[in-house]
């Protein structure tokens, strides 16, 4: 008996948890992980926690996720994204980020640095006391490569950060993946701030630390974590 109630709770878990295994190009979902790094929650959806590992970066499973994963070309001003394994079912705030990857997008030496740039965000809308989340219910989220990028190689992060167990440090969850592009046609913009990963963040932004279901008096709207987007 309590096999089946162990397994029931894990199947629970694993149903309620998400990945981004599938990049989506000019309106095309491409197979998983074809240009996408492999995640170490392939197989458990389970989160990262600590914003201080590196596993914050792109939450790869082994040094090989990198070289087994191909490089999607894309043109700078088109529309990409990811596609969830399943509907994303926790409330939270998204957002896409950019790095050069140098020497390749298929380099295990890319994106160490403060190399990242916010392109997109979608956050929590806080309006007549309670909070909506955009991201609810999709599972595709989409956006575009700024026009301005540069040509040249990428990684392209996706993070959800559920915030339904946020209100204490080290309760928020990360979902997150990385995609692998080759940017054509860019144009010469200079993307900023550029941060890093891990080291933008501390876990007590108030974006990340945060009681979504009872907020302090006076609260007047929901603060994202991290950079400002730069839209090119």
Not at 184 to 204: E, H, I
Request: hydrophobic letters at 35%; glycine letters at 12%.
């Amino acid at each position: 008996m309590w096999y089946t109630l162990l397994g029931l709770s894990f199947l629970s878990i694993v149903s309620c948890h998400y990945t981004f295994p599938d990049l989506i190009v000019n309106g095309t979902t491409t197979a998983d992980w074809q240009y996408v790094r492999m995640t170490e929650n392939h197989y458990s959806n389970g989160p990262v926690t600590d914003v201080t590992s590196s596993a914050i970066r792109c939450y790869e499973l082994d040094a090989n996720s990198a070289g087994a994963a191909g490089i999607a070309t894309v043109s700078a001003g088109s529309m990409v994204g990811f596609k969830a394994n399943q509907a994303i079912y926790h409330p939270g705030y998204a957002s896409a980020y950019m790095s050069t990857a140098s020497p390749s997008a298929n380099s295990t030496g890319a994106g160490l640095g403060s190399t990242w740039f916010k392109i997109w965000e979608s956050p929590p809308v806080y309006s007549g006391g309670s909070f909506t989340f955009p991201t609810n219910g999709q599972s595709q989220l989409t956006f575009t490569i700024p026009k301005n990028v540069p040509s040249g190689q990428y990684l392209l992060r996706i993070e959800h950060i559920a915030l339904h167990s946020a209100s204490s440090f080290g309760g928020a969850q990360f979902y997150i993946s990385c995609g692998q592009l080759n940017v054509v046609n860019g144009g010469s913009g200079t993307p900023s701030p550029t941060v890093s990963f891990p080291g933008v963040y501390t876990g007590q932004e108030p974006g990340i630390m945060i009681n979504i279901y009872s907020v302090p008096a006076g609260y007047t709207g929901y603060t994202s974590p991290g950079p400002k987007v730069w839209s090119g």
